[in-house]
């Protein structure tokens, strides 16, 4: 495992603490590789040092076929209990405005993190009981810290960090970043005692969280106390990235309103949810097709957009060939073809001969029209 994913040690140094605390770094596959030097990843973050394994085995599954559903991302946990953090977590639990746990994240850690690995800005946050409950907090007191959150089983009972006091407040004042949350609760003895603020909490989101805040609420009784936080994190990952991986229905309100609202609803994914460019050529695509015979004028302006968006995407670019195929254009099919097959050359064989194959039938069939 070690050999897919990389361990590394990361020691991080805060005035709060006397001495650095130790983090566990674990690589995605094909970090260090030549090929991905330019590449940034996703970061994932808990608390608990024994969720390294899990984390780190299911981020190599889910993410070895392609990056879908989960891209590539550094896995971050403590290398173990360290008494001086947990002091500090303390202090947070008797006096919730003392927010010095927070600074540590935003200066030292985080930052840390971010100037020795190749971070693309988006993190995740994962927890279960009172680090669930943590999560919670810094959702509320300092969002900007991650941009999602996957919450299980959070300890909220006796108001753990004045949540549910102020949830109803603070929750409204989140800035206009899209952000993430996936909240579960079981029925176990051990999360009885936190159902009735967990759903004081999920009704405040019912009521008062703004539009920009994504969020889901599970009582997930089918599963094991300890499996929560597992299933937490698969069921919250595919629904984290659905937006990057499945294209919008034509029948969608998006779509319906045509290509320009497809590319302005994936502009604004790249801005206020991701911080880097999400493609539209999937969707734009679906609507494409789904007018071609009824449109095909309107269809093939569409197919010449896509190009125009995304002029280094081999599959753009075959699609365009393909629509001018089916229009019996066969030389223009040949010529934009022959640009896709270029384009392809970075991309694995499989793919090149995909697109030489491409050609070669646009080419037979040409050359039999010209008889």
Not at 182 to 203: C, M, P, T, V
Not at 230 to 250: C, R
Request: proline fraction near 4%; glycine fraction near 4%.
């Amino acid at each position: 495992m070690t050999t897919l994913n990389p361990v590394e040690t990361l020691k991080v140094k805060s005035q709060l603490f006397k001495e650095a605390i130790e983090y566990n770094i674990t690589l995605p596959e094909g970090y260090n590789e030549e090929i991905n030097k330019d590449k940034k990843y996703f970061v994932i973050f808990d608390l608990h040092p024994r969720s390294q394994p899990f984390l780190s085995g299911l981020q190599d599954w889910l993410s070895h076929n392609g990056g879908w559903p989960w891209p590539k991302t550094i896995v971050i946990t403590p290398a173990k209990y360290n008494a001086e953090f947990a002091s500090l977590f303390e202090q947070l639990v008797d006096n919730p405005k003392n927010k010095s746990i927070l600074d540590y994240f935003e200066s030292d850690l985080l930052s840390t993190i971010d100037a020795k690995y190749r971070t693309n800005g988006f993190k995740i946050y994962s927890g279960f009981v009172s680090n669930g409950a943590f999560g919670l907090y810094m959702l509320l007191n300092r969002p900007q810290l991650f941009n999602a959150y996957i919450i299980s089983s959070p300890s909220l009972a006796n108001d753990f960090g004045a949540i549910t006091s102020e949830a109803e407040e603070k929750i409204a004042q989140l800035d206009d970043k899209l952000r993430f949350l996936y909240l579960s609760i079981g029925d176990h003895q051990y999360e009885r005692g936190n159902l009735d603020s967990f759903d004081r909490f999920a009704k405040i989101l019912k009521t008062s969280a703004p539009k920009n805040l994504d969020w889901q609420v599970h009582h997930n009784n089918d599963n094991n106390y300890m499996s929560g936080p597992i299933v937490s994190v698969i069921n919250g990952i595919e629904s984290l990235f659905a937006d990057m991986f499945t294209d919008l229905k034509v029948d969608s309100d998006i779509s319906k309103k045509g290509a320009d609202s497809i590319i302005e609803y994936y502009s604004m994914l790249s801005t206020k949810k991701y911080g880097f460019n999400i493609s539209a050529e999937g969707s734009l695509k679906a609507l494409a097709k789904s007018i071609m015979t009824k449109e095909p004028k309107k269809s093939l302006a569409i197919f010449h957009q896509i190009v125009e968006l995304y002029p280094e995407s081999a599959y753009a670019i075959s699609a365009l060939a393909k629509m001018y195929a089916e229009l019996g254009n066969l030389q223009k099919a040949v010529d934009y073809q022959l640009k896709a097959v270029e384009k392809s050359k970075s991309m694995i064989v499989w793919h090149q001969n995909k697109h030489q194959k491409y050609l070669d039938e646009y080419r037979a069939k040409l050359a039999i029209s010209n008889k």
